[in-house]
């Protein structure tokens, strides 16, 4: 078995619009190693969303992938049926959205909807099927049964058994009183709460990868607080590997272990999360950390902003995404994007300047030339 | 900047929604958006408010304009009382308004004509209303308010231009009602507005769909800046925007301080950029100020429980700060301001409250020199004799 939960390979998705092709996804490539958060930051517009729902496949149409694998433990899912892909949504990757509004059903009490979703996707395990199989008084049926499930056939949770595990990751969550609680309607629920039905819905399935898109975003910090402190609590305990998007640095810092930024639908830079916030390598890197706020008491620094706005994606700049407003862009820059290039064995940057025949401005040249794999 | 002037006082403010009525017209709830809040912003400074979502801060900035009517307390701009509350015409007037925008949902969104017409009937029965109360109050002659010492930025770039107006119009607009400059000088004072918030005189004939969120919010702002005021309540005016293009809106907001001496009422809830703006900052929680001091001691030293919970909560873009930082967590979410019950509104979700949070509204207080608060432990909490 491979280290990596995830290896997504060359992916790019447009939407075909009456307008054109809008390249939301432009050639990404990375690899999720097992049991880590990772962090994808980047403007409104980036490609963040888009690449994460190609990973399960809900793109909404005209949305479309256009090339790429995506290996998820061991399948490539852009090859898979619909069926079994729908199979693996839950069960195996689960997916938290921004407005936990839009993922609940306001008209189905939560209980509803967390036993429905733990009965479709979860099945007994093996320990407990045999058990199970041990109590059939017929030898010869009780052989059989057994040997189904020594074949890895178990029979689905029941309606009782969702219950018990649907209170239980209530609990987990922190929701107060889960046993009444559970009874209750969406809208009975506050948004941190509804929130943290949504990743108890996720969890229940015990899923290996789950994708939280803004999860916080249209929460008040002291409850974003709550939230990430959950995240990071699942994380120790349970072992989940997950993918986190946000526009916000200081989430990602504070959760994540590995991060990606994007920009323009393409990766600009990757690494741990301490590469990322204490020696970045590009440009566009850089000028993030510049626009945010870093000052101590007593002294305010000025902010560094980046001089114009985000790319068209129905008509992005040729080359390099950043280009128009880089100030080192050099003329390779406008013709072609830059490939990853390793700066180190965790950290790697899409830019120019680090290439060998590039001039070596501001010490950004790290690299000495040599891609990332 | 030795001797502060004041230019904005906020006395005991307060605005209420009155919902719910039955038959008789009797109230049957009541919503205390704002709920006694005194504050005073200085001549030149920048003062910022902050607090989670639905805490009022918004209420008090339209209130103090006169976008919404004043339910209680006294607001002074330049020594002069600019307005000044009463209930009872606050209830009249918020039935005219609730007419209005119940007759506006009828209207067609893009039948501007209509919606103006319409919203010009009901701002002469405001007005008369206005008149009334002022006459009532006995303060006719002063608590009236000169349009143009007061503008404000909104939070929306998308919403808060109208859609049909080029923006040489937008611009324009406040200009010409005030007769500011006339003929050529309009234009020759729109160009120049465009030029001082970084936008191109070719912008002058766009519409504002043809712009950025960035460039919208410029927009925004040289429409608040052709009125010449003196104060500009500026409300999110960069939640809506990227990360990157916040901090352009920022430093120029900071270079427009300087040139034009500009005082600014900032309210945000990203606290961290609040923080780089303001000089002092005051934090609300439903409707009352739990806290107010100096920026950098506010976040160096807060006395209040409430204060001391938000600030840790906030994520730092710093790995290694985050790991060694202590954070308060909250327990439950704000409540509603609905009938708030009585006593210190954040007692539900307090650490350290006692019997009497319940029972007794706690005073806001100065604990230290131009640091106040308003809870009853302050001093036991902080270790302050
Ligand atoms: N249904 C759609 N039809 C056409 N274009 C789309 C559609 N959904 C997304 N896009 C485009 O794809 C690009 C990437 O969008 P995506 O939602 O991934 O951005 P994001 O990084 O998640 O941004 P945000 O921070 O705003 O959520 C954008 O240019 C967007 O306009
Ligand atoms: N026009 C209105 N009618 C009734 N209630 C309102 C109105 N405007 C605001 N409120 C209520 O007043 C409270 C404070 O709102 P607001 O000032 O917008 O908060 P903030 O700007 O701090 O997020 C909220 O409970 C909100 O729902
Ligand atoms: S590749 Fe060129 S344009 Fe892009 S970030 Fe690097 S230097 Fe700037
Ligand atoms: S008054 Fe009581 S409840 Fe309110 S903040 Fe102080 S200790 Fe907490
Ligand atoms: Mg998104
Ligand atoms: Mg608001």
């Not at chain 1, 990375?30 to 888009?50: A, C, F, N, P």
Request: glycine letters at 6%; proline letters at 5%.
């Amino acid at each position: 078995m491979s280290e990596y939960i995830l290896e997504v390979k060359n992916l790019r998705t447009s939407f075909f619009t009456h307008l054109g092709e809008v390249q939301a996804v432009r050639d990404i490539s990375y690899k999720l190693k097992k049991g880590g958060i990772l962090g994808i930051v980047g403007e409104s517009g980036s490609g963040k969303s888009v690449s994460s729902l190609s990973i399960i496949r809900l793109v909404d149409s005209p949305g479309k992938i256009v090339h790429g694998e995506i290996n998820f433990d061991g399948i490539d899912l852009t090859k898979i049926s619909t069926k079994k892909m729908q199979d693996l949504r839950g069960s195996e990757i689960a997916m938290i959205f921004q407005d936990p509004m839009t993922s609940l059903n306001p008209v189905y009490t939560i209980k509803n909807q967390l036993i429905e979703v733990i009965m479709k996707h979860v099945r007994i395990t093996k320990e407990q099927a045999l058990e199970e199989a041990k109590k059939i008084k017929d030898l010869e049926r009780q052989k059989k049964a057994i040997k189904r499930i020594e074949n890895g056939i178990t029979r689905r949770i029941n309606k009782k058994e969702a219950l018990e595990r649907a209170i239980y990751y209530l609990k987990l969550v922190g929701i107060p009183e889960p046993e009444t609680r559970i009874k209750e309607y969406p809208h009975q629920f506050s948004g941190g709460m509804r929130q943290r039905a949504l990743v108890a819905m996720a969890l229940s399935c015990e899923p290996k990868l789950i994708i939280a898109d803004e999860p916080t975003t249209a929460l008040d910090v002291t409850i974003q607080a709550q939230i990430l402190d959950l995240l990071k609590k699942i994380k120790k305990e349970l072992d989940t590997t997950i993918i986190f998007i946000t526009h916000d640095l200081g989430v990602i810092a504070e959760l994540c272990d590995d991060v990606i930024v994007m920009y323009g639908g393409m990766i600009m830079e990757k690494g741990s999360v301490n590469d990322i916030f204490y020696r970045p390598q590009h440009p566009y890197t850089k000028g993030l950390h510049q626009s945010i706020p870093k000052d101590v008491v007593g002294q305010k620094k000025r902010l560094v902003p980046i001089a114009g706005s985000p790319p068209d994606l129905l008509n992005p700049p040729k080359g390099c995404p950043f280009n128009p407003r880089c100030r080192y862009a050099m003329e390779i820059c406008l013709e072609k994007p830059a490939p990853l290039f390793a700066i180190s064995n965790t950290q790697s940057s899409a830019c120019w300047l680090q290439d060998e025949n590039a001039p070596d401005v501001e010490g950004f040249k790290k690299s000495g030339g040599v891609l990332s794999e | 900047m030795n001797k502060k002037e004041v230019l904005l006082e906020v006395k005991n403010l307060k605005k209420h929604f009155y919902i719910k009525k039955n038959i008789l017209g009797k109230i049957q709830k009541t919503l205390k958006a704002v709920d006694d809040v005194s504050f005073v912003i200085y001549q030149g400074e920048t003062f910022g408010l902050v607090g989670e979502s639905g805490c009022g801060k918004t209420t008090c900035g339209r209130t103090i304009i006169g976008l919404y009517e004043n339910t209680g307390g006294e607001v002074y701009f330049d020594k002069k009382l600019i307005s000044a509350g009463s209930e009872e015409y606050a209830l009249n007037i918020q039935e005219l308004k609730d007419e209005l925008s119940l007759k506006l949902k009828k209207v067609a969104k893009d039948d501007f004509d209509l919606r103006e017409a319409l919203k010009k009937e009901y701002q002469e029965k405001i007005d008369i209303e206005i008149e009334k109360r002022n006459i009532a109050i006995k303060k006719e002659k002063s608590a009236k308010r000169n349009p143009r010492d007061i503008q404000m930025i909104f939070q929306d770039p998308y919403t808060s231009l109208n859609p049909r107006m080029t923006v040489a119009e937008i611009i324009s607009e406040g200009i010409k009602t005030h007769k500011l400059f006339t003929g050529n000088d309009i234009m020759e004072r729109v160009f120049y507005l465009l030029e001082t918030v970084g936008l191109k005189r070719e912008h002058a004939s766009r519409y504002p769909h043809e712009f950025s969120g960035g460039q919208r919010q410029r927009i925004g702002i040289a429409r608040a800046l052709a009125m010449d005021p003196k104060l500009i309540i500026c409300d999110e005016p960069i939640s809506a925007l990227d990360v990157s293009i916040q901090a352009q809106v920022v430093n120029m907001l900071e270079d427009l301080q300087d040139e034009f001496g500009l005082t600014y009422l900032f309210i945000a809830h990203d606290l961290s950029m609040v923080k780089h703006i303001s000089d002092r900052i005051g934090v609300m929680y439903l409707g009352k100020m739990m806290e107010l001091a100096g920026s950098d001691e506010l976040y160096d030293q807060p006395l209040h429980p409430y204060t001391q919970s938000l600030l840790s909560s906030i994520p730092l873009p710093d790995p290694e700060a985050n790991k060694i930082s202590k954070r308060f967590l909250l327990k439950g979410e704000i409540t509603s301001p609905i009938n708030p019950k009585p006593g210190c509104r954040f007692a539900g979700r307090c650490k350290y409250a006692k019997d009497k949070c319940f029972s007794e509204d706690p005073l806001f207080e100065e604990i230290l020199p131009n640091h106040f608060a308003a809870c009853h432990y302050v001093k036991d909490i902080n270790d302050l004799k």
